[in-house]
């Protein structure tokens, strides 16, 4: 687990590092006990427990599902609904639908990986998913049994919505949702194990971008325009660059466990200028995107994130500290962080961008 102070003043803003400097979530200084509120922040910002403070069943659940990153998806999925909401179609009903399923989808992706992952035996005491965050199973926050139980549950859920937008769109739900869930078990499950194969990062673009944006843009709107695939890549890009630079903080235990992410197949220092550049080609396909008319204009409000891009593309670039840094919370992990504070910031102002032409009615001239 990883390391953390007890809790106290001064108070949570305390644990962030200022963005200026490209910093992250830091652990908290000594004092008494926070209130839930407080707890449940903490956990979503660094996926780990506050020690020092009583773990109630929703912090327990925010670690256990990995709750932290589900901003991820919540921006693929407003891109989606803010692309779809000017359509003529468009069903708020069908849409939130959609986006809750995409949510659980994560969810379960999440707890799957933790499964399959122990399984195998990847995930150990000593693997870098045990040191930046309890491991659901080895901190013994929940059974093996339960763990099984809990994906069962969001699969189920997420199969009960699947099953509702099946009979209002149709069959292309169908296929996304069963395209997204096969990719979500090949991540990790044997036979295929795509993350063994240095094919994870290409299944997380997919899903991330074409499957969840284009899927929740069908459902939402029951038509599918080509454009919409191409205003997927730029938000799929940035999550994929996300993945990537953990895997390079992953890399050494992954060489010597023989899985062959794509980081460990280039090396450190190509992996970390492969991730520079696909944090830029965010900006790229942006730009790309609203020219040929898959985004409307106002979506280059996104461009504002680049000084945020330079501070921590810069991070990126140099060598992580060679021990942990004080009231660091998620080490191992050191090129993630930054790689996720840029594609926080760049997620949204996509989004605010896409918000500003719903509002004011400024279409992709593309559809």
């Known amino acids: ?35 839930r509120w407080v707890r449940w922040r903490y956990v979503l910002t660094t996926t780990n427990p506050p020690v020092g403070a009583e773990l109630d069943p929703v912090s327990r659940w925010l670690v256990v599902s ?67 965050a309890p491991h659901p199973v080895l901190a013994g926050l929940i059974s093996r049994r339960g763990l099984v139980g809990a994906a069962l549950a969001v699969n189920a859920a997420d199969l009960m919505i699947l099953l509702v937008l099946w009979a209002a769109r149709g069959w292309p739900v169908v296929a996304f949702a069963l395209s997204g869930f096969v990719l979500s078990v090949a991540y990790t499950a044997p036979p295929l194990r795509l993350k063994k194969r240095g094919l994870g990062e290409a299944d997380v673009f997919v899903v991330w971008g074409p499957l969840m944006v284009a899927g929740t843009f069908y459902a939402a709107a029951g038509h599918l325009p080509w454009e919409v695939m191409l205003a997927s890549v730029p938000y799929g890009v940035l999550a994929t660059s996300v993945l990537m630079a953990k895997h390079i903080d992953k890399a050494p235990w992954d060489a010597a466990a023989g899985v062959r992410t794509l980081p460990v197949m280039l090396g450190e220092q190509l992996a970390r200028r492969v991730t520079q550049w696909m944090m830029i080609a965010f900006y790229g396909w942006t730009l790309a995107a609203v020219i040929l008319g898959a985004l409307p204009w106002p979506a280059i409000l996104a461009f504002t994130g680049i000084p945020v891009l330079g501070r921590c593309s810069r991070a990126i670039g140099r060598p992580r500290p060679a021990a942990k840094p004080d009231r660091w919370p998620i080490w191992p992990l050191w090129y993630a962080a930054y790689a996720f504070v840029h594609a926080r910031r760049a997620g949204a102002l996509l989004v605010a961008g896409l918000t500003v032409a719903a509002v004011i009615d400024i279409r992709p001239y593309g559809f």
Do not use: K
């Open 1 to 35: 687990m990883a390391e953390a102070s007890t809790w106290g003043a001064p108070d949570v803003n305390t644990r962030c590092r200022a963005l200026a400097s490209g910093g992250v979530i830091a652990e908290s200084t000594v004092g008494t006990a926070p209130s």
């Open 66 to 132: 990995r709750a932290a990153v589900l901003p991820m998806t919540l921006v693929s999925g407003t891109v989606a609904g803010l692309l779809a909401v000017r359509q003529p179609d468009f069903h708020w009903g069908w849409f939130l639908l959609a986006f809750a399923g995409i949510v659980l989808a994560h969810v379960s992706n999440n707890l799957m990986n933790d499964l399959f992952d122990s399984d195998v035996g990847l995930d150990t005491p000593d693997y870098p998913r045990a040191l930046y």
